[in-house]
């Protein structure tokens, strides 16, 4: 399983987890990011002292926003070209997310599929293709109905805070456990400067990996649109180097509305379906320490 981090706003990093690859690094694993107290604290605090007010603010407060969301859920569109081989591939679905003190659970659900050439001028008909992609604070589950397949990993033997899924820290990162500092620690960040007559209320990031970020050798670009007023994510691109163009946009929007435990519960496997799981491999120190208790 790949552990995808272009998306560091939005849900598109967990698409990357299971839709360009199952394979999973030891990097990848909880606890295999170690932080050392005050470590970075000097760099972070030079990377905030370079950029403007108006991006510190920003930043701010999409950092604030995220720590106190309860909830997310919107429609998803997901586009990724191709450029090497000038094809895109399109899909309509939607997204739940919840967090609360304990850990937090995500849906992405995909209805259709469509593949065409990026030149081609007719207009080509998505197929159904139904596809779950479900973590419920322990396992991270897809369940694809066109290969009646079900994939489980698990992430965590325990649920885990939020917090354990900041950027460059656990499993994988989640976007409403963004930091300021993280980010400036990780990229250039600007601001794009809007037409001032767009009434549009989206503010447009720019950022781009620094020569020594972790994700330099992966991407490219990224870019984010927030919308000024709730500082929630509507839109996400990000360029990889292999030359691939990835965005996600949200519509129907709705923030801290109560979503009902059956949301990420997926049908069981019937008959004829196949089903793997990958538990967690414990690290060498969690199996010493069960030696010696």
Do not use: N
């Given at each position: 399983m790949k552990n995808v981090v272009a998306n560091i706003i939005i849900f598109s990093l967990v698409l990357g987890v299971c839709v360009r690859g199952e394979e999973k690094s030891e990097s990848a694993r909880p606890g295999s990011a170690q932080e050392k107290p005050g470590a970075s604290t000097g760099a972070a605090e030079a990377a905030v002292d370079k950029v403007s007010p108006e991006l510190n603010k920003l930043l701010d407060r999409i950092e604030k926003t995220g720590a106190a969301l309860k909830s997310f859920q919107a429609d998803m569109l997901f586009e990724q070209e191709q450029l090497l081989v000038d094809t895109v591939t399109i899909r309509k679905g939607y997204l739940y997310y919840r967090a609360d003190k304990e850990t937090v659970r995500f849906r992405i659900h995909f209805d259709d599929w469509l593949q065409k050439d990026l030149e081609e001028e007719a207009t080509a008909k998505p197929v159904k293709f139904e596809e779950d992609f479900v973590f419920d604070g322990l396992w991270l589950t897809r369940r694809n109905e066109r290969t009646k397949s079900v994939q489980r990993w698990e992430i965590a033997k325990k649920p885990r805070p939020r917090e354990d899924f900041r950027l460059g820290k656990g499993p994988f990162p989640l976007p409403f456990a963004i930091r300021k500092a993280d980010v400036l620690k990780e990229f250039e960040v600007k601001v794009h400067q809007a037409d001032p007559n767009d009434k549009n209320e989206i503010e447009h990031l720019l950022l781009k990996p620094k020569k020594e970020s972790s994700y330099a050798e992966e991407y490219v670009n990224l870019e984010l649109w927030v919308n000024d007023r709730t500082a929630l994510p509507q839109k996400m691109r990000y360029h990889s180097e292999d030359d691939e163009v990835t965005t996600i946009s949200w519509t129907k929007i709705k923030a801290d509305e109560s979503i009902k435990?059956?949301?990420?519960?997926?049908?069981?496997?019937?008959?004829?379906?196949?089903?793997?799981?990958?538990?967690?491999?414990?690290?060498?120190?969690?199996?010493?320490?069960?030696?010696?208790?």
């Open positions: 435990d059956e949301v990420f519960e997926l049908k069981p496997a019937g008959a004829g379906w196949t089903t793997e799981e990958t538990p967690l491999e414990e690290s060498p120190a969690e199996e010493a320490g069960k030696s010696e208790s």
